[in-house]
């Protein structure tokens, strides 16, 4: 008998919960799974796919914080779809998603959390733990987020780690030339890349202040950062009171970052927390070297010395350092790179990710 699925998160932004999502939904097997995804607050570009792959997909619009009328509309929608299983994801859609749930009188409801979240107060922490009670398992995607919400009360065998899957990497049909014309670089130059949303979390700052002491040990590098958000004009304020648009660049949001990242000489990741990197699983897939902040999140893809190069968080010397050792040693470089991207071809493809979900919901449901 066909599963009905609701996944409910908040939007379809370009972020790696989305990514994740939608990889799920569109490939969990329609002769055993009825998908559909309920969007919380906002429609976004990543539901494009989901409609192409014919999943339908609910916009609910959630304005505020405690918006009492779109936790309404939620059970109402629940209630019309009649889902044999719910599972939310991030804090909003786990708030309400999983209270509505509960009140429709869903079989069962499942959590999702995907990053370790020190920026939760004691009462978010105090949603969680009660919601908990309502909730067959939580799903995760790194042993270090489990740790931090089973330090926060949330009991540690509630969870279900099932780390992200990445798509098989296609060829990239730019040359470097091209590649780095893209990026408006000199492809004479080495290229760091760093991917991600231009917000506190990634520490940006931090990597510009190491791309600048990297420059001063060789001045060849150019450090290329891809992505926006709401502190991209501080960024760029930081950027040229301590260094110059040739040894940090911003190149703004891509489409294209799997066709870019062959080209990198090395990859940066300063994060000061994490779930687990969709942008990191992508460099490692793509055999380049990677230098990442020493934080669980990381930990769970990076082993240090063997699949990249481990630095303390805010050690902008210590990225200069590891960044300068491999770019001075090829065979290095392309050990850990081989090493990483072995890695994960055999421990994070979309099929194991998707057959993990799959099990999960069997055994969830036939505990109904």
């Known amino acids: 008998m066909t599963k009905r699925i609701v996944f409910v998160i908040p939007t379809m932004d370009r972020g790696g919960a989305e990514k994740q999502l939608c990889l799920l939904a569109e490939n969990l097997p329609r002769d055993r799974f009825d998908v559909h995804v309920i969007l919380l607050t906002r429609d976004g570009p990543r539901s494009q796919s989901l409609r192409d792959a014919g999943i339908p997909v609910t916009v609910i619009g959630k304005r505020f914080k405690a918006d009492p009328f779109a936790y309404f509309r939620l059970r109402r929608q629940l209630k019309s779809l009649e889902p044999d299983i719910v599972h939310t994801w991030l804090f909003a859609a786990n708030s309400f998603g999983r209270a509505a749930a509960h009140a429709a009188k869903v079989p069962r409801i499942i959590g999702s959390e995907r990053c370790v979240d020190p920026w939760k107060t004691a009462a978010h922490f105090l949603i969680d733990r009660k919601l908990s009670k309502y909730t067959e398992t939580i799903t995760t995607n790194s042993a270090g987020v489990r740790d931090f919400y089973s330090a926060q009360g949330i009991d540690h065998n509630k969870f279900t780690l099932i780390p992200n899957g990445i798509e098989s990497a ?22 760091i890349m760093a991917v991600g949303r231009l917000w506190p979390q990634k520490r940006y700052r931090d990597l510009i202040w190491a791309a600048e002491l990297l420059a001063t040990l ?35 949001q891509r489409d294209n970052v799997t066709e870019l990242l062959p080209h990198a000489d090395a990859f940066w990741i300063g994060s000061e927390y994490e779930g687990q990197s969709n ?11 990677v230098i990442a902040s020493d934080i669980p999140g990381n930990r769970d893809l990076v082993i240090n010395q063997q699949t990249g190069r481990l630095v303390a968080l805010g050690d902008t010397a210590d990225f200069a350092r590891q960044s300068n050792e491999i770019l001075d040693n090829e065979l290095e470089a392309k050990r850990l790179g081989n090493n990483a991207r072995d890695r994960i071809a055999s421990e994070f493809t979309v099929a194991q990710m998707v057959q993990k979900h799959a099990n999960l919901y069997d055994g969830v449901a036939e505990n109904s």
């Open 170 to 191: 296609s060829v990239s049909a730019r040359t470097r030339e091209e590649a780095f014309a893209t990026l408006g670089v000199d492809p004479k130059r080495k290229l």
């Open 279 to 289: 942008s990191l699983i992508e460099a490692m897939q793509a055999g380049v070297p």
């Open 218 to 252: 060789r001045d060849d590098t150019t450090l290329a950062i891809v992505g926006d958000g709401p502190q991209k004009g501080e960024l760029l304020r930081h950027r040229d009171a301590v260094t110059i648009p040739m040894h940090v660049r911003f190149c703004g």
